[in-house]
């Protein structure tokens, strides 16, 4: 049952927010859990929602509280369709969740001193269009971004069952098949892990300073980021699986980094995987370079932990709230472990 997944989570992080006001979203799928994570740490919530593509701010708010009708005790949850300064003005914690992105002066100004923002993510991955960091710095907010490799938050091990999904809707297999990563951040080692142990074998491309982080059966370095010389016995790799950051620069290109006839002229049958990073895909498509998704949005992953499923977006929501209550207590580890970087 859903709901006893999100208090063992409360309970592993030790999430205590009795007294305490969050404001967050309220939002369809997976990350439906976030309002009810808060309020079962004793919160007091004020859920935004508002009509999507994915739904209806009506049908957002039934799917939520489907989710906690069972639970025996009252949860103190106000879902709201409006963003008034009197609810800002409220908040202890601010959530940069979708909805209310951005978090800039026109929300903020709103908001008491003592307000605190925790990232759900980790402070590499920072995004401009988020937040207006000058405003923030301006009224001395405190933010923190989540360490997502601490072992109660731990979402970095389903990068590779991402990977995996994303293989399966390109409509490829990895049994008895060759990938190539190419990488130049956090995420490879935790995707080669996984594909390691599951296709024939997996060539690495990415900064030299990371070599030593890739190890297990069937992983092989095959090149240093951003140079691209494929070995002649990776030339018919099934696929390229490619996340590099920043996530909104172009990578692969005509004029990019890396360049498309490269890629053209090293495989057989190249396959652009777009796990992260942009690519100019109008090249790709010039070129008769084939890639997957067709659409990613500018600075997006290809693959969200949510396709997996709720698992990783429970432990990365709670951790960030984890994070949230951490900023206001100004204790910043959890099992001896920091949960957070000051932002």
């Given at each position: ?26 939002a ?70 979708g ?94 892990k ?17 070599k ?24 018919d ?18 004029d ?67 994070v949230g ?19």
């Open positions: 049952m859903l709901i006893n997944k999100l208090l063992n989570r409360v309970e592993s992080l030790n999430l205590n927010l009795s007294g305490r006001v969050v404001l967050t979203e309220a369809t799928g997976p990350y439906v859990v976030t309002p009810i994570l808060a309020a079962l740490a004793g919160a007091k919530v004020f859920a935004y929602c508002k009509s999507s593509r994915y739904g209806t701010a009506a049908q957002v708010i039934e799917k939520t509280r489907n989710v906690y009708r069972s639970y025996r005790r009252p949860l103190d949850i106000n879902f709201i369709e409006e963003l008034t300064p009197e609810v800002i003005a409220k908040a202890d914690i601010i959530t940069n969740s909805h209310l992105r951005p978090l800039n002066k026109e929300k903020l100004q709103h908001a008491k001193d003592s307000v605190v923002i925790p990232l759900m993510y980790e402070a590499w991955e920072w995004r401009d269009e988020d937040m207006d960091i000058d405003y923030v710095r301006e009224r001395r907010f405190k933010m923190g971004a989540t360490n997502e490799r601490h072992c109660e938050i731990d979402v970095f091990n389903y990068l590779g069952d991402m990977a995996v999904k994303q293989i399966f809707d390109a409509g490829l297999c990895l049994y008895k098949n060759k990938f190539i990563l190419i990488c130049n951040n956090d995420f490879g080692p935790y995707i080669a996984v594909l390691g142990r599951m296709c024939k074998r997996i060539g690495i491309i990415d900064l030299v300073e990371n030593e982080k890739y190890s297990g059966e069937n992983v092989e370095w095959i090149g240093n980021f951003p140079e691209v010389a494929i070995p002649e016995h990776f030339r790799a099934e696929a390229v699986i490619f996340t590099a950051y920043p996530f909104d620069k172009t990578w692969i290109g005509e990019a980094v890396i360049k498309v006839n490269t890629l053209k002229s090293n495989l057989d049958h190249p396959l652009i995987l777009r796990y992260a990073g942009d690519v100019d895909t109008e090249a790709l498509i010039e070129k008769g370079v084939r890639y997957f998704p067709e659409f990613v949005a500018s600075g997006h992953m290809g693959v969200l932990p949510s396709a997996i499923g709720f698992d990783p977006i429970i432990r990365l929501q709670a951790g960030g709230l984890k209550e951490a900023l206001l207590s100004g204790n910043y580890n959890h099992l001896d472990t920091p949960l957070l970087d000051l932002v």
